[in-house]
């Protein structure tokens, strides 16, 4: 995926970051924050740890290090040191003027399936950016360790990794950390304000809605000489549901979240359809090339929802709100009437970076030492809408939320290595075990 180009008191801090550690410790019943209290902004340091060194996650950081704060990147981790290196190069270039906010050391360049341990613990912010398989795990050591957090979407691939983000989450809480989650249009000012009056009842009672995320795919990594089978699947982590979740989860879920806020409600149920129509072959692991969902609310509004990855075909990605009263176009950021009369014009010339956005608000409440961000519930929840959205498709049958969120579902590895067996294995032709509908089965249809 591409990377993003970002335009670019001392003891208020200070306390924050070391009240967090303590109460990890369990040495605090609770941090000492007041909005009194300030960062200067010019000898205190935020620093930051990166976890994941992709596109996204390099982004992410050049992002974080665009912010006001006196911040600095202190510590990368990867599996790969091919991919930090790549990634070292492209954050030093983008931050040019300001290289002295990239301070990491050579020993702190952490490669392997634990590095993120150890970027982690010298670090005040950490990324966390990896393939989204791995979110739950780094999540909850990143709160283990009492770290403000920024988190990329999706947050799991699995029901029992939604059960540990969500558990964590209460940790956080309590903990006051502060958790920003990637879903950007959450910090997009066109869409604050599109939410802003559909709370306030400018369509009336939402009844149905749309969700569009459709375009050609992404890459493919060309199996090399020497790889193993995981290394393989890690490189190509897009393809495979226990790094990915299907572009159903990793890119959808946009999508899907609008919705979701739009509710202020998840889905109880999901029914859909999905394939691999034109995408086939070994180069394209186990996921589907289309989805499309039903997924029905607790009020009976219902969503329907496509993506799709298919060269040639209509692009486009977007969310419709159909009210009592009128309709939202999201991507247009318009507001009608019933007799489509436009009742509301999002001025698009006062837009925002919201992926700018994101940082600037997480780290100015970081050096102001305030907890203002607690994204990851809502986030694990639109994750597990969109794995709902999956095991709808993979299956053919009605999926009830609470009995996929409680079943324990888990499609991860017993043991991260690269000489371990991922999940999933090739036949002898190499091609990948593909979900049939009707044949797959999540539960008993009884």
Not at 350 to 373: C, R, S, T
Request: proline content about 4%; glycine content about 8%.
């Amino acid at each position: 995926m591409k990377l993003d180009n970002p335009k670019t008191n001392l003891q208020s801090r200070r306390n924050f970051v070391k009240n967090s550690s303590l109460l990890a410790g369990g040495l605090l019943a609770a941090p000492m924050l007041t909005k009194a209290n300030f960062f200067s902004g010019a000898n205190d340091v935020i620093k930051i740890a990166l976890i994941g060194c992709g596109g996204r996650g390099t982004g992410a950081t050049v992002q974080a290090l665009s912010t006001k704060q006196n911040v600095q990147l202190v510590a990368m981790a990867d599996a790969f040191r091919d991919r930090l290196d790549t990634s070292y190069q492209h954050i030093l270039e983008e931050m040019a003027e300001t290289k002295a906010r990239v301070n990491v050391k050579e020993e702190h360049k952490f490669i392997g399936f634990d590095a993120y341990k150890d970027a982690i613990a010298l670090a005040d912010v950490v990324i966390l950016a990896t393939p989204p398989g791995f979110r739950p795990i780094h999540f909850e050591e990143a709160v283990k360790q009492g770290k403000q957090i920024f988190m990329e979407k999706p947050v799991a691939t699995d029901p029992a990794g939604i059960q540990r983000v969500l558990a964590a989450a209460q940790i956080a809480k309590q903990k006051k950390l502060n958790v920003v989650v990637g879903l950007q249009r959450r910090y997009q000012t066109s869409y604050r304000e599109l939410m802003k009056r559909v709370h306030d009842g400018a369509i009336g009672e939402i009844v149905a809605a749309q969700a569009w995320w459709d375009n050609d795919g992404v890459w493919v990594h060309p199996r090399q000489p020497g790889w193993t089978e995981m290394e393989y699947q890690m490189r190509n982590w897009y393809y495979f549901n226990w790094l990915c979740g299907d572009h159903i989860t990793e890119q959808h879920i946009h999508n899907i979240d609008v919705i979701n806020w739009a509710l202020e409600a998840y889905p109880v149920q999901a029914q859909g359809m999905g394939g691999r129509e034109v995408r086939k072959g070994k180069d394209y692991g186990e996921i589907f090339d289309h989805h499309y969902v039903e997924f029905h609310y607790g009020n009976g509004a219902i969503l329907n929802s496509q993506c799709r990855h298919i060269k040639g075909t209509m692009s486009k990605v977007d969310e419709l709100l159909i009210g009592t009263k009128g309709k939202v176009y999201c991507d247009e950021a318009r507001i009608t009437d019933n007799k489509g009369k436009t009742i509301y014009q999002f001025d698009k010339k006062l837009e925002n970076q919201p992926y700018q956005a994101e940082h600037d608000e997480l780290f100015a409440a970081v050096a102001k030492g305030e907890f203002k961000f607690w994204d990851a519930e809502r986030a694990a929840k639109s994750t597990m809408t969109s794995l709902l959205g999956r095991m709808s498709t993979y299956s053919g049958q009605v999926i009830d939320w609470d009995k996929a969120i409680n079943s324990g579902i888990n499609i991860m590895p017993e043991k991260y290595a690269f000489d371990a067996t991922p999940p999933i294995l090739p036949d002898a032709n190499g091609l990948y075990p593909v979900a049939v509908p009707g044949v797959t089965k999540y539960f008993s249809e009884a």
